[in-house]
Every structure is written in structure tokens, then in C-alpha cells.
């Protein structure tokens, strides 16, 4: 997989998951049940993946949504 974010805010998470999901590209949020076990005090971050094959199309989904800042770097 293919991390793409990685945030504490569960707003930007769903708010990516939700373009991903429109564009029919199958994503993951990583770590939602660590979350739950440190106590949703936001300090363990959530990762946002997908198949690396679809990163490029996901990443200019992001980009063109204005989150562009918020996106890992790509890893060659």
C-alpha cells in the first residue's frame, strides 16, 4: 500500500477517503484502532493508503481538492 496522508484530523482523513471513493480508487485508513486505544487524544496520527498503481491519479485528486499540502512525499 501506499501511504498518501498521514494526519491526526479525522475530518481531512474522511473528507480523502471520500474524493478516493468517488473516483472508485480503493483506499484504507491505517491506525483508526490504535486511536481508539490511546484514548482519541489525537496524538497517534491515521494513515491514508492505497494501491500503490493508483497513486498518481489519487495524489492530482488531492492536489486539484486543495490538499495538496498535506500529502506525503512521494517515495521513489
Given amino acids: 500500500m501506499h501511504e498518501l496522508i ?3 484530523d479525522p475530518v481531512l482523513l474522511s ?3 471520500s474524493l478516493m471513493k468517488d473516483a472508485g480508487i480503493a483506499c484504507f485508513i491505517a491506525d483508526e484502532g490504535m486511536s481508539i486505544l490511546e484514548g482519541s487524544l489525537g496524538m497517534l496520527p491515521r494513515r491514508l493508503l492505497i494501491d500503490p498503481e493508483r497513486a498518481a491519479q489519487a495524489r ?14 512521494e517515495r521513489p
Fill in 6 to 8: 498521514r494526519a491526526n
Fill in 60 to 73: 492530482r485528486i488531492l492536489v486539484d481538492a486543495g490538499l495538496g499540502h498535506e500529502l506525503r512525499e
Fill in 15 to 17: 473528507f480523502a477517503e
